[in-house]
């Protein structure tokens, strides 16, 4: 019943900026951690940024930090993913994952229960 839809994945050049979102139903919000992750064929999936559904817990990887900025309006059901000074590494399928609020910094995609079916994101000149 756990359902978790992305979009705004485009086509982007690099320097560029865009915004994602992911639209979540079938639980309670304030009691799961909600994440973005990202993949590229050939490339295990890892973690991007994710946030605590209830509070205002925020964490990211490394080559996040500083350019992508996740957020949510609960009242909408749903998170976002902000990313300025896109590169062309930045390519990826981008998820949106679930999990129960606990040990989920660390954003190991194995710890996380339910998946979107993602969006494309291509940064290319």
């Known amino acids: 019943q756990v359902q978790l839809v992305e979009s705004g994945g485009a086509l982007v050049q690099p320097g560029g900026s865009l915004t994602l979102s992911c639209t979540h139903s079938g639980f309670d919000v304030n009691y799961a951690a909600l994440g973005w992750f990202r993949q590229v064929p050939g490339k295990e999936r890892e973690g991007v940024a994710c946030?605590?559904?209830?509070?205002?817990?925020?964490y990211y990887k490394d080559f996040a930090q500083g350019r992508f900025t996740i957020s949510k309006d609960n009242s909408k059901h749903t998170i976002y993913l902000q990313m300025t000074d896109l590169r062309t590494e930045d390519t990826a399928v981008y998820y949106c994952?679930?999990?129960?609020?606990?040990?989920?910094?660390?954003?190991?995609?194995?710890?996380?229960?339910?998946w979107g079916p993602g969006t494309p994101v291509t940064v290319s000149s």
């Open positions: 946030i605590h559904g209830g509070e205002d817990t925020t």
């Open positions: 994952g679930r999990t129960y609020a606990g040990s989920y910094w660390n954003m190991v995609p194995r710890r996380w229960t339910d």
